[in-house]
Each structure stands twice: as structure tokens, then as C-alpha cells.
């Protein structure tokens, strides 16, 4: 009988360590599941189109969500509180890396922390808008890819299909450090290559269909660069562009989808998967101070046919071929 007790009381603590070991191998493997805390400043098509792709991006390199990563998904809504309040939660969350898609997004992750790394999801300025010291070499924690889009290559496009053109617009939002740092850039090309550019800012959306309406009695074609608050409002812009036959040639693809006529676009979604890519990486070990900041020079022709017909434009035969070979045809 006290063999029996002895046995049982054996089996009983053999039993109890089980328990536990059993127990910590499964707090193990929860924590083992790096968590990624991505902050999109707002919906519009081309961010959408950069949180799927920066998904892609994770998924080749072997990070399936669900799985063996933990998203936190997060949208501003376009509001600065939330902002703070967001990259305060992935911090508290002790997330593994933070993206942020949007420039005032990226800034508000790089605010939360110093040491947590941030990955820049589509950022056109890094340097400019103060987070990081230097593109080739970031130093700190904060590194990612840039949306900077081929200037030079897209006003060409312009004179090109509008070769009678004596008045280009560009319309910014003033408080928009992405769309401003094109529009300077976009200035100084303009008038080394003789180009009359008037410029139209605005502060908000409630401003842009006055504003438009005034740009297009005034201007023979409208450039808009990667402006967060008219990518939002695309629709505006291009109905009252195309009833006064003025065509829009935005920055990026989504813009052109959304009705815009042309341009020679970095592709959105790939600028997602590039960033996807460039976040595993970090979650592998890789230093964002020493992993210089990814540019994608070249552009991919994208052109709209449904907005050429409504504004009786022919585009040119190249351009179409280009497009359907290489780029993007909307129809
Ligand atoms: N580059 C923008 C920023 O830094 C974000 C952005 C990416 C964007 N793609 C865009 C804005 C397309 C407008 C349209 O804030």
C-alpha cells in the first residue's frame, strides 16, 4: 500500500512538471511570433494598395500572417491624435517593427520610439521630412522605401502627349511634406526646361472643388504630384477637369485608374512588396541605421483610355504600345 502512495505521489509531481514545461513551451512559442504594427495615415487607392502589397512582401519571405507573424493593423483616419495614440500602442505592445505608410504616419512611429525599428512604407522625402539623417546611411532606427516619383520622366510624358500646351497647373496640399517637396522639385524642373507652371494650393478637401474649378478656366493640363488629400478626393478633381476637356496627369497609377489620363508610375502595389520585404529582413536581424533607404527610379507607363475618349484626346502610338506592353491600361 505505501508503495502504492509512493507511486501515485511520483506520477502526481511527474504529472505537475509536465504540466509546466508543457505550459512554457507554449508561452514560448506565442512570443517567438514577432508582432508588426503597421500605421496607414488614410484610405486612399494607392495607400490600400501598399498595405496589401507590404502583406505579399512579408508572405514571400516566409512571413504568413496569422501563422508566424502578428499584424496590428492601424488606420489615422487622416487624424494626427490618432497617430500618437497608435504608435503609442504598438510601443506598449513591444511590437517587433513598425511601417509606417505616409509621411506623417512614419513621423509619428519614429516619435514613439527611438528603438523600435521603423520601416518607411512609401515615404517620398526621408531626409526632408527629418527621419533620417541620411538616405545611404540612416543611423538610426528608422530606415524603409521611398515613393519618390520620376519627375523628369512624367513632365516629359506631358509635353509629349500635349504638345501645344502653354500653361501647366499643379495643385498641392500646403500641409502635405510629400506633395510639397515634389511640388519645389517639380517647380525647378519646370523652369530649367521652360515650362509656365502655376501653382494651386489648397488646405483641405473642403477646399478643392472651388480651387479646381478656378484652375481649370486657367490651365491647358494639370500635374498632380503624391499628394495624400487629393489622392482621396481624385474623383473631384477629375470631373471637374474633364468637363472643362482639361486632362489630369497624376504621380502615381491609382490616380490614373481613378480617372486621371497618364503617367509613368511607380507601381504602388510592388512598392508595398518591396517594403514587406525589406520589414522580414529586419525581423531577421538586419540594422535599419546601416540598410540605406530603397528608391525605385523608374516608372511604368500607365495610361487611362476611358478619360482619353471623354476628353477627345488621341494618345500617341508609342505611349499606348508602351503601355500595353510593359505598363497599365485602364479602360
Ligand atoms: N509619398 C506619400 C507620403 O510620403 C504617400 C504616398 C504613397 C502617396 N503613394 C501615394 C500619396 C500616392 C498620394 C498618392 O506621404
Same mark, same amino acid.
Given at each position: 500500500?505505501?508503495?502504492?502512495?509512493?507511486?501515485?505521489?511520483?506520477?502526481?509531481?511527474?504529472?505537475?512538471?509536465?504540466?509546466?514545461?508543457?505550459?512554457?513551451?507554449?508561452?514560448?512559442?506565442?512570443?517567438?511570433?514577432?508582432?508588426?504594427?503597421?500605421?496607414?495615415?488614410?484610405?486612399?487607392?494607392? !495607400?490600400? *494598395? +501598399?498595405?496589401?502589397?507590404?502583406?505579399?512582401? @512579408?508572405?514571400?519571405?516566409?512571413? $504568413?500572417? %496569422?501563422? #508566424? /507573424?502578428k499584424i496590428?493593423?492601424?488606420?489615422?483616419?487622416?487624424?494626427?491624435?490618432?497617430?500618437?495614440?497608435?504608435?503609442?500602442?504598438?510601443?506598449?505592445?513591444?511590437?517587433?517593427?513598425?511601417?509606417?505608410?505616409?509621411?506623417?504616419?512614419?513621423?509619428?512611429?519614429?516619435?514613439?520610439?527611438?528603438?523600435?525599428?521603423?520601416? !518607411?512604407? *512609401? +515615404?517620398?522625402?526621408?531626409?526632408?521630412?527629418? @527621419?533620417?539623417?541620411?538616405?545611404? $546611411?540612416? %543611423?538610426? #532606427? /528608422?530606415?524603409?522605401?521611398?515613393?519618390?516619383a520620376p519627375?523628369?520622366?512624367?513632365?516629359?510624358?506631358?509635353?509629349?502627349?500635349?504638345?501645344?500646351?502653354?500653361?501647366?497647373?499643379?495643385?498641392?496640399?500646403?500641409?502635405?511634406?510629400?506633395?510639397?517637396?515634389?511640388?519645389?522639385?517639380?517647380?525647378?524642373?519646370?523652369?530649367?526646361?521652360?515650362?509656365?507652371?502655376?501653382?494651386?494650393?489648397?488646405?483641405?478637401?473642403?477646399?478643392?472643388?472651388?480651387?479646381?474649378?478656378?484652375?481649370?478656366?486657367?490651365?491647358?493640363?494639370?500635374?498632380?504630384?503624391?499628394?495624400?488629400?487629393?489622392?482621396?478626393?481624385?474623383?473631384?478633381?477629375?470631373?471637374?477637369?474633364?468637363?472643362?476637356?482639361?486632362?489630369?496627369?497624376?504621380?502615381?497609377?491609382?490616380?490614373?485608374?481613378?480617372?486621371?489620363?497618364?503617367?509613368?508610375?511607380?507601381?504602388?502595389?510592388?512598392?508595398?512588396?518591396?517594403?514587406?520585404?525589406?520589414?522580414?529582413?529586419?525581423?531577421?536581424?538586419?540594422?535599419?541605421?546601416?540598410t540605406p533607404?530603397?528608391?525605385?527610379?523608374?516608372?511604368?507607363?500607365?495610361?487611362?483610355?476611358?478619360?482619353?475618349?471623354?476628353?477627345?484626346?488621341?494618345?500617341?502610338?508609342?505611349?499606348?504600345?508602351?503601355?500595353?506592353?510593359?505598363?497599365?491600361?485602364?479602360?
Amino acid at each position: 500500500m505505501k508503495r502504492l502512495y509512493g507511486l501515485i505521489a511520483i506520477l502526481v509531481v511527474f504529472l505537475g512538471f509536465a504540466f509546466v514545461s508543457e505550459s512554457h513551451k507554449e508561452a514560448a512559442t506565442t512570443k517567438e511570433v514577432p508582432t508588426v504594427g503597421i500605421l496607414q495615415l488614410l484610405s486612399h487607392p494607392a !495607400l490600400d *494598395a +501598399i498595405h496589401k502589397g507590404i502583406i505579399h512582401g @512579408l508572405a514571400e519571405e516566409g512571413y $504568413h500572417v %496569422g501563422k #508566424n /507573424v502578428k499584424i496590428d493593423f492601424q488606420n489615422a483616419e487622416n487624424d494626427q491624435s490618432n497617430l500618437k495614440t497608435m504608435s503609442a500602442r504598438f510601443v506598449n505592445e513591444n511590437a517587433d517593427a513598425m511601417i509606417g505608410i505616409a509621411t506623417p504616419a512614419a513621423q509619428a512611429l519614429a516619435n514613439a520610439s527611438s528603438t523600435t525599428p521603423v520601416v !518607411l512604407g *512609401a +515615404i517620398t522625402d526621408p531626409e526632408g521630412a527629418h @527621419l533620417v539623417k541620411n538616405n545611404n $546611411h540612416p %543611423g538610426n #532606427n /528608422v530606415t524603409g522605401v521611398s515613393d519618390q516619383a520620376p519627375l523628369a520622366a512624367q513632365l516629359k510624358l506631358i509635353q509629349k502627349i500635349m504638345p501645344n500646351m502653354k500653361t501647366l497647373g499643379i495643385i498641392y496640399t500646403s500641409s502635405d511634406d510629400s506633395a510639397t517637396a515634389q511640388y519645389h522639385q517639380f517647380a525647378a524642373l519646370c523652369k530649367k526646361e521652360h515650362v509656365n507652371l502655376k501653382a494651386y494650393s489648397i488646405a483641405n478637401t473642403n477646399d478643392l472643388n472651388q480651387v479646381s474649378q478656378e484652375m481649370v478656366s486657367q490651365v491647358d493640363a494639370i500635374y498632380v504630384p503624391t499628394d495624400n488629400t487629393v489622392a482621396s478626393a481624385m474623383q473631384t478633381l477629375v470631373a471637374t477637369a474633364t468637363a472643362k476637356k482639361v486632362p489630369v496627369f497624376p504621380a502615381v497609377d491609382t490616380m490614373v485608374k481613378a480617372g486621371g489620363l497618364a503617367t509613368l508610375s511607380i507601381n504602388q502595389y510592388k512598392l508595398g512588396v518591396t517594403t514587406g520585404k525589406m520589414t522580414a529582413a529586419i525581423l531577421k536581424g538586419k540594422k535599419p541605421a546601416d540598410t540605406p533607404i530603397h528608391f525605385v527610379r523608374k516608372g511604368e507607363m500607365t495610361i487611362n483610355l476611358k478619360t482619353a475618349h471623354k476628353l477627345g484626346i488621341t494618345l500617341p502610338d508609342s505611349v499606348v504600345k508602351e503601355a500595353k506592353q510593359h505598363g497599365e491600361v485602364y479602360r
